[in-house]
């Protein structure tokens, strides 16, 4: 099993639509974790961190469910220029940054 | 404020060979990562340098080895090249040991023929 499992997609969205992706981890200790958005042969770049039961940020919402070790991500009201792979990150206690595979996402007009 | 700057961002190389790849952290950061990224797949952490030093190593062969410079710059070096070692090597920046937040490179893309 990997430490961090996503379903690598793609979801196909129309713009506009709510979509919700989800992200499990299998260490218990892990501290720490991010969504990163990559676009294709770009580098990964940071869009949320989720440290204790969720976060939002603006059309962005993230959870953690410690109980079920998972986090999720919601985009709300999407954009063309969300599409995107989303990459889910457990940080472990000696702060090393395991990654999941990544989640691409497709919005249609 | 200069960003993580990574060199080159392409090249190929033959089986066998020997490559070197150059990272400059963003300015003000000590620590560097270097990833590894296949094609379809998240990236798989290498080592980290801080202080000069290898301070946490992933599960990749020895010949897979790194520096980091006095003024934090950072080399990848990869011997014996594979056809497996294909792939986008990622270069990240922080502060004070790995705890903060990661600041990527744009990449080098390696092809092994």
């Known amino acids: 099993r990997k430490e961090v499992e996503q379903d690598p997609g793609p979801f196909n969205v129309p713009e506009g639509a709510t979509v919700a992706f989800n992200c499990t981890y299998s260490n218990s200790a892990s501290q720490s974790f991010f969504w990163y958005r990559q676009d294709c042969r770009k580098e990964p770049k940071l869009l949320m961190s989720?440290?204790?039961?969720?976060n939002e940020d603006g059309r962005f919402t993230a959870q953690l469910n410690r109980a079920s070790q998972y986090i999720s991500l919601l985009i709300r009201d999407s954009k063309l220029s969300d599409s995107a792979t989303y990459l889910c990150?457990?940080?472990?206690?000696?702060?090393?940054?395991?990654w999941g595979a990544g989640t691409k996402l497709i919005i249609k007009p | 404020d200069a960003g993580v700057t990574q060199s080159p961002t392409h090249l190929i190389k033959t089986r066998g060979q020997q490559v070197t790849l150059r990272c400059s952290p963003k300015s003000g950061h000590d620590t560097v990562s270097w990833y590894q990224q296949a094609l379809g797949q998240g990236p798989q952490f290498i080592f980290q340098y801080y202080e000069e030093e290898e301070r946490q190593r992933g599960n990749f062969p020895d010949r897979f080895s790194g520096h980091q410079f006095p003024n934090y710059s950072s080399e990848l070096n990869v011997n014996a090249l594979l056809l497996g070692d294909s792939a986008l090597y990622l270069c990240?920046?922080?502060?004070?040991?790995?705890?903060?937040?990661?600041?990527f490179g744009e990449g080098s893309r390696l092809t092994v023929l």
């Open positions: 990150v457990a940080q472990t206690s000696n702060y090393q940054l395991i």
């Open positions: 989720v440290y204790s039961s969720g």
């Open positions: 990240a920046s922080s502060l004070g040991g790995g705890s903060g937040e990661l600041f």
